[in-house]
């Protein structure tokens, strides 16, 4: 029988939803301890993002050199990425790209999470130290939950591909000629608009999705269904503090990305150590 694919933001969904699905299943052989119960969650205050950002920085500002190496890849696939983006064919992906790889912040973070949670302890916070992240009990769910971020990812930019050829068709012939086409038409602004309310959409899917499963999958011994639905219960306990948090993330990856990206070297281990301390916070 004949399949259509129809519209692109219902076959997110419905990939989306499949996935998810799947990601539950698969996760039930990561599942942390069975007689532990789920972690409790705190009431959190506006006071707390400020916070949070004072022991990320002192956080930084402590394994400075190690963090700033340990991130530097970051930015480098950033820029890879967007010279790729430079192809003809590939021109009305760049801001889609941009914007979209924030949603693989949080695996970048990694790293940086199990370096404050080493700080914390009085541990060695060394590069190498930091790298023992892998051997966490709860890695391979950390791993699971990565990868269905990165499918994420790649949904959203078909999405944006498929917006463009829908409303915009062929791809432009140079960087200006898209910005007339985007600008200068009522398809590009019915692109922007549309485009920014699924890109919207998504990001803060990620959001409460990784709010503080990621730091919980590393500092304690609870599966990725746990971690996941700890962190949706976050988000709906405290939806003012989470949107703000997320206001927070979006306009540091905005200030770091201007300079080609090298901003990013700061801003990222500076949100990650953060989002750690906002997790302390959330976590009982």
């Not at 539950?24 to 009431?43: D, F, K, W």
């Not at 990812?153 to 498929?162: D, E, K, P, Q, S």
Request: charge should be positive; charged fraction near 15%; proline fraction near 5%.
């Amino acid at each position: 029988m004949t399949q259509t694919i129809g519209n692109p933001a219902s076959w997110l969904a419905g990939a989306f939803g499949r996935a998810s699905h799947h990601a539950v299943e698969s996760s039930r052989r990561m599942g942390g301890i069975a007689h532990l119960a789920a972690p409790r969650t705190r009431r959190l205050h506006m006071g707390d993002i400020g916070d949070a950002l004072r022991a990320g920085w002192a956080d930084f500002k402590a394994c400075r050199t190690d963090v700033m190496f340990l991130v530097l890849i970051y930015p480098v696939i950033g820029l890879v990425l967007m010279a790729i983006g430079f192809d003809r064919n590939l021109i009305p992906l760049i801001f889609p790209l941009m914007a979209g790889f924030a949603i693989l912040g949080p695996v970048a973070a990694v790293g940086v999470y199990e370096i404050s949670r080493r700080r914390e302890r009085g541990e060695d916070t060394g590069l190498f130290a930091a790298l023992k992240v892998v051997q966490r009990p709860r890695f391979s769910a950390v791993v699971m939950l990565g990868l269905y971020l990165c499918a994420l990812f790649i949904g959203w930019m078909l999405i944006a591909a498929g917006l463009h050829s829908a409303l915009l068709g062929d791809a432009p012939a140079s960087l200006s000629a898209f910005a007339d086409q985007v600008f200068g038409t009522a398809a590009g602004w019915t692109m922007i608009v549309v485009g920014c309310g699924l890109g919207f959409a998504i990001a803060l899917a990620v959001l409460a999705i990784s709010l503080v499963s990621f730091p919980l999958l590393i500092d304690r011994p609870v599966g990725l269904p746990v971690a996941v639905s700890t962190s949706i219960q976050v988000t709906r306990e405290n939806p003012k503090v989470v949107l703000t948090w997320g206001a927070v993330i979006a306009a540091g990856l905005i200030l770091g990305s201007l300079p080609m990206l090298i901003g990013l070297v700061v801003v990222l281990p500076v949100l990650g150590h953060a989002t750690w301390h906002l997790y302390r916070r959330a976590i009982h």
